[in-house]
């Protein structure tokens, strides 16, 4: 590993300086961060560990969300009481992520920043934007099976890896960031970035700007869940997963969340099918006709294709079964 | 160089350390604490796996840089009924994948009895008693043993589960 200073500083107002030069990294639990210092991929000089700021709170704030700390481990978050009973499509999304251990270290805030997993971004024998801008996809033409299908382009085909920010994308979570010109708050559908021509420019945060908490709007009063399919029963990325929040009176969809795992270049909020869906019959055909429409839009390779009948598949799945848990009641 | 402390296996230590250094490098090559193994060192097999102020985790991707400070807990560290019963249970043959299955173990029990869920906890609620194989086949799926002594191991863990605290 490349050298590097280290920092661990105890307030915000130190960090935010030390971590603003280029070349400085934050660190979190480091599970993504410092695997990818291991293989040359990131070469930062300096690492500010936040994990010191007090950042690890769960507060109810009065108007009834909830404010995450970003250093607040995801073992944490997912056990929460209130995550638990309020929120049950984040804390299902968190425990289909990773390993016990690796929940216990990650972060919320690195989470939020983890990189793909795309074989070639991980291998500098391979062309790839991400890593290397201006060299070109190995993807588009290799091993693409677990590619993206939706925001695609040109440049990257590469999935967003995370769990954690499907169910933070369907709950309209908000992200607090704190940087050198001061605080602002990020939807988090906004966030992260598509890849366009610029693949290796992955989210929307400014030099210096430091995630401090996520915000969950009140629990939603329709029921949620998280569904992850994947090649193994456990830990193991996403070939598609859906969050999705339904609620049902009279036969009618009255409340719709979705959002979409291992199909996006980034965590896909499903607003096309949502659309759809909204005051709509609560049956099989429609939504049926509501996935197909989200997906399609997808831009399939040759070995991703099946990715998209996944979603669709899913999508039905995880609506017919949250009907039938009396969405609604 | 940094100077850390941290209280190994019962007692304290004073290293210097380089921040690059893993956790995991730092206990096999400084400090000769070899139970740990460096099987990936990416992540992906939990052979490294210690506690970390009771907490398991993987000490490959750790920097010991930032657990200064903290209580860690190894194999050479552990003296518990799960060791008797992973031989009872056949639960290795190479033995290499052990040490990191017994810590994981042990902290993957301390999660369960603190009433943490897993993916496969029926409605978020952990049933009072022993964990069901499928609970502990779901929880310690971060521990890869290429000899493939799953039954073994998850009929140890059982074996001992709610016997006693750490």
């Not at chain 1, 055909?285 to 839009?297: I, N």
């Not at chain 2, 907490?55 to 060791?83: F, K």
Request: glycine share 10%; net charge negative; proline share 6%.
């Amino acid at each position: 590993m490349k050298p590097f200073t280290y920092l661990k500083p105890h307030d915000i107002e130190a960090a935010i300086p030390a971590g603003t030069p280029p070349g400085t990294k934050y660190l979190g639990g480091g599970t993504n961060l410092v695997d990818l210092m291991r293989e040359g991929i990131e070469q930062p000089d300096h690492l500010v560990d936040i994990t010191g700021l007090h950042l690890d709170g769960i507060e109810e704030l009065p108007d009834g969300s909830l404010r995450i700390g970003a250093a607040v481990r995801n073992s944490t978050l997912a056990a929460h009481p209130k995550v638990r009973k309020g929120y049950r499509v984040l804390s299902e999304a968190l425990l289909s992520g990773a390993s016990g251990q690796l929940r216990n270290m990650a972060t919320v805030g690195g989470n939020l920043l983890q990189r793909t997993r795309c074989p070639y971004f991980y291998s500098d024998a391979a062309a790839c934007n991400k890593r290397q801008p201006g060299s070109g996809c190995d993807a588009l033409d290799g091993f693409n099976r677990s590619c993206a299908v939706l925001g695609v382009s040109d440049s990257c085909i590469a999935a967003h890896p995370s769990d954690m920010c499907v169910a933070l994308s369907a709950l309209d979570a908000v992200v607090h960031v704190q940087g050198p010109g001061g605080t602002r708050e990020i939807p988090l559908t906004e966030l992260h970035r598509l890849p366009g021509d610029t693949p290796n420019i992955e989210n929307t945060l400014e030099a210096g700007e430091l995630v401090t908490a996520v915000v969950l709007p009140p629990p939603l009063s329709a029921r949620s869940t998280y569904r992850k399919v994947r090649d193994r029963a456990s830990y193991a990325f996403a070939l598609a997963s859906v969050a999705a929040a339904l609620e049902i009176e009279d036969d009618k969809v009255t409340r719709i969340r979705l959002a979409l795992g291992g199909v996006g270049t980034k965590p896909w909020r499903a607003y096309e099918a949502e659309r759809l869906l909204l005051g709509g019959p609560a049956d099989e055909q429609a939504y049926r006709r509501a996935a197909e429409a989200e997906l399609a839009a997808a831009t399939v390779r040759a070995g991703n294709a099946f990715k998209v009948t996944l979603a669709e598949a899913t999508i039905v799945a995880v609506l017919r079964d949250l009907s039938k848990a009396g969405a609604g009641s | 160089m940094t100077e850390i402390q941290i209280k190994l296996n019962g007692s304290v230590e004073r290293i210097d350390v380089d921040p690059w250094v893993s956790l995991l490098d730092l206990l096999r090559e400084t400090l000769k604490i070899t139970g740990p193994k460096k099987g990936c060192d990416q992540g992906a097999c939990g052979a490294c796996t210690v506690l970390a102020d009771g907490r398991r985790i993987n000490a490959c991707l750790a920097l010991a840089v930032a657990y200064d400070g903290s209580e860690i807990t190894t194999i050479e560290g552990v003296s518990h009924p799960i060791q008797e019963a992973f031989i009872h249970r056949d639960g290795f043959q190479c033995g290499y994948c052990t040490p990191g299955q017994i810590c994981s173990a042990l902290g993957m029990l301390g999660e369960y009895q603190a009433g943490m869920p897993s993916a496969v906890t029926e409605a978020g609620e952990v049933p009072a008693g022993k964990p069901s194989p499928e609970e502990i086949r779901e929880r310690m799926s971060g521990n890869l043993c290429r000899c493939g002594a799953y039954n073994g191991i998850i009929m140890a863990i059982q074996d001992v589960a709610g016997t006693e605290n750490r």
